[in-house]
């Protein structure tokens, strides 16, 4: 009997715990989002010379659940600063290593790369 009433009264306390948590991550991730959009547009839009130097997928769920991929290009900048962003999987398919032109970009918000003429290599 002894043991029934702990777990009587440690019950809806692990619940109760367990609902918080997981709240809380829940407003953690919408507020940081939140924060991360206005810091975006906040910010200005800048056209900079660059270079795509890698690119990489990140594949979420699958299994039982459909699968979600995400798309990032690291450019290297002319001062030799690199940044990766989230682009779309059209112009991850169009952008291939070694690329040079101009990257345009808002924050963290990907918003183009224009590939510049590339000069005929002779062997």
């Not at 109760?16 to 991730?29: A, D, E, K, N, Y």
């Not at 939140?34 to 990140?58: C, D, E, F, G, Y």
């Not at 600063?81 to 918000?109: A, I, N, P, W, Y």
Request: charged content about 25%.
């Amino acid at each position: 009997m002894f043991a029934g009433d702990f777990m009587f009264q440690f019950g809806p306390i692990f619940i109760g715990v367990i609902f918080v948590i997981v709240i809380s991550t829940i407003l953690f991730t919408i507020v940081k989002g939140i924060t991360q959009w206005n810091k975006n547009n906040h910010s200005p839009k800048l056209n900079v010379n660059a270079r795509v130097v890698a690119k990489r997928t990140a594949v979420r769920g699958g299994g039982e659940t459909r699968a979600h991929s995400d798309y990032f290009v690291t450019f290297e900048v002319e001062s030799g600063d690199r940044m990766e962003l989230e682009v779309k999987d059209d112009d991850f398919g169009m952008l291939v290593e070694g690329d040079q032109g101009e990257l345009t970009f808002q924050g963290t918000r990907y918003l183009g790369f224009i590939r510049s003429a590339k000069v005929k290599e002779v062997l």
